[in-house]
């Protein structure tokens, strides 16, 4: 049986950031020497949990604007009482990964 595309979508985006040196705050995702860059630049070595979302959800779509929609509408999902970015970037990598750990284990049920 195969997966449904949230679920995998959320599972490569852990996979990203699960390292907290892949992790970041402040931006989408940073490159070499920390700069901020786009999610997709190939230059591209960290993600924030919204970031590591578009990369993935761009990485099973052909279509940016579908991409971008379906990975926003994930991040609510993932964390329907508050904004992704908000809790990236002020509760931190560890809040990240539990928020992605439970939708993981939810879609899984």
């Known amino acids: 049986m195969s997966k449904p595309v949230p679920l995998l979508i959320i599972q490569r985006a852990r996979d990203l950031i699960s390292d907290k040196e892949h992790w970041c705050l402040g931006c989408y995702a940073r490159g070499k020497g920390g700069f901020p860059v786009h ?3 190939r230059d591209a070595r960290r993600y924030c949990a919204m ?31 508050g904004s992704l970015v908000f809790i990236n970037d002020h509760r931190g990598h560890t809040a990240v ?5 439970a939708a993981i284990a939810t879609l899984q049920a």
């Open 39 to 41: 999610f997709a630049n």
């Open 51 to 81: 970031g590591a979302l578009l990369l993935a959800a761009s990485e099973m779509c052909s279509n940016a604007a579908e991409a971008d929609d379906l990975a926003h509408a994930i991040a609510k999902t993932v964390s329907p009482t």
């Open 97 to 101: 990964l539990s928020l992605f750990d």
